[in-house]
């Protein structure tokens, strides 16, 4: 399972962190990955990070923005977003997987909205 | 890497064939054999659940109505007798080049 939280309302320019907590697998077996839905849109693979979490990898559209992160001793996964602008307004996901193989499970979602 | 997926949407008379075709400007094939292109379908107001994967394996739980066939760039999901448990957005993934690209999707409902 995996429960999102942490997003929300912030202004463009702004910073915003979601977490997404795992539980009932081994944690630290599984590459981890953000995909995001703009209101109205398709899907868009944001980031993924390898198990060990050595490697991250980002979409051109958020490198240098947001950074993804993961606590294999707390389950749980990050994504730190700074500099945020209005089109990153999106319903984002996390999900395990994601990284040469696909995504298999996913959390519920969380809204960010990026306005003044 | 730009996913294309043909028909945009697919209105469907129950108990009738549906398939819906995703090609990739580059190909799937990985060194190792396995080629990356997955399929998900979101229902709606749901999250985005994982259907087909390596092209054509059935993840977990999904009905044996439900096949995914292809290669290299060209790809296809066949749903064999749609029912209602089908409708929704259905998108295909490329999981070989980074950045891992999605489909626009195609949207399936009934008739």
């Known amino acids: 399972q995996l429960l999102q939280s942490g997003g929300g309302l912030v202004q463009p320019g702004g910073s915003l962190r979601l977490s997404c907590a795992a539980s009932?697998?081994?944690?630290?077996?599984?590459?981890m990955s953000w995909v995001r839905q703009a209101p109205g849109k398709g899907l868009e693979w944001v980031s993924g990070i390898t198990a060990p979490g050595g490697s991250m990898y980002y979409a051109d559209s958020v490198k240098g923005r947001f950074t993804i992160s993961r606590d294999n001793s707390e389950n749980m996964l990050s994504l730190q977003m700074n500099s945020l602008r209005a089109e990153d307004t999106a319903v984002y996901y996390c999900?395990?997987?994601?990284?040469?193989?696909?995504?298999?499970?996913w959390g519920q979602g969380t809204t960010v909205t990026v306005s003044s | 890497i730009v996913m294309t997926q043909t028909p945009v949407s697919l209105s469907v008379t129950p108990g009738q064939p549906a398939s819906i075709s995703c090609k990739s400007s580059?190909?799937?094939?990985?060194?190792?054999?396995?080629?990356?292109l997955y399929w998900y379908l979101q229902k709606p107001g749901q999250s985005p659940k994982l259907l087909i994967y390596e092209v054509s394996r059935r993840f977990s739980g999904v009905s044996e109505r439900v096949s995914g066939s292809g290669s290299g760039t060209d790809f296809t999901l066949t749903i064999s007798r749609v029912e209602a448990e089908d409708v929704g957005v259905y998108y295909c993934?490329?999981?070989?080049?980074?950045?891992?690209?999605f489909g626009p999707g195609t949207r399936v409902d009934f008739k």
């Open positions: 993934m490329q999981g070989k080049h980074l950045p891992f690209t």
């Open positions: 009932g697998f081994t944690f630290s077996d599984y590459a």
């Open positions: 999900a395990i997987g994601g990284v040469y193989r696909g995504m298999d499970v």
């Open positions: 580059q190909s799937l094939l990985q060194n190792g054999g396995k080629t990356h």
